[in-house]
């Protein structure tokens, strides 16, 4: 008996194997701009992926799973895996427009259904940062779990959150820094700093006398905007 039990179960479990399918698409934000690093994870689970440069995203799912759409700033969305190909708008509000996909709300009386999820796995949680260089923030540094093909990017200001457990590693890297590594501990929010690689710094040729105050001046500005949101408390780490 116990032998057919068994067997029954390996061919059910080669049945939802065979049944697993591709789903791909794209994430844009509440004006139709691509979002890169997006995250994307099936619901319960800690399978995982990312949207690329260009906003896209592949992941492999099984029948009736739900996938979880998440960026900093951003709305979740929580969709039905129904489709080989499912584009999502995440919004700054309470509308949520997905397109070729049915729209399935996350429910929000007291915590979100992926806050729900999260506590199931004890083990997991969304771990939040910012990254800086030279004092600036970095946009577009990769963030990935070390030994995992899960990562994702910082955003426009220097900002960043994936899905993740205790002691794993994170590989923060950048072109022109030197890459760091950083261990989960029981803290929710991380400021990580990298340095300069030693490089030698070639002179920059401008093609006008023009364009050299234009792209200072525009330096200066950036400068002084990123002053004020330091001091108003924009990049504050707290859990």
Request: net charge positive; hydrophobic share 35%; glycine share 6%.
């Amino acid at each position: 008996m116990k032998q057919i039990l068994y067997i029954s179960f390996f061919l059910f479990s080669i049945f939802l194997f065979g049944q697993q399918r591709k789903v791909s698409g794209i994430v844009k934000d509440s004006i139709g701009e691509i979002i890169p690093g997006a995250n994307i994870y099936i619901e319960g689970t800690t399978r995982g992926t990312n949207t690329d440069i260009d906003g896209k995203y592949s992941i492999k799912v099984n029948p009736n799973e739900f996938l979880i759409f998440s960026f900093l700033g951003k709305k979740e969305q929580r969709i039905i895996a129904d489709k080989n190909e499912i584009n999502v708008q995440l919004m700054d509000d309470d509308v949520k427009l997905i397109e070729g996909s049915h729209y399935i709300p996350t429910i929000n009386r007291k915590r979100k259904v992926n806050d729900i999820t999260l506590e199931k796995n004890l083990n997991t949680k969304k771990i939040r940062g910012v990254i800086f260089g030279d004092d600036l923030p970095i946009p577009f540094a990769e963030i990935q779990i070390k030994g995992t093909d899960k990562k994702t990017m910082s955003n426009d200001d220097g900002k960043f959150e994936i899905i993740a457990s205790e002691n794993q590693v994170l590989n923060i890297d950048f072109i022109g820094f030197n890459s760091k590594e950083i261990i989960i501990t029981d803290k929710n929010c991380y400021k990580i700093f990298l340095t300069k690689k030693l490089v030698v710094d070639y002179p920059i040729f401008y093609s006008s006398k023009r364009e050299k105050r234009k792209i200072l001046r525009n330096e200066r500005k950036n400068k002084r905007n990123i002053k004020r949101k330091i001091k108003k408390g924009f990049y504050n780490c707290l859990d």
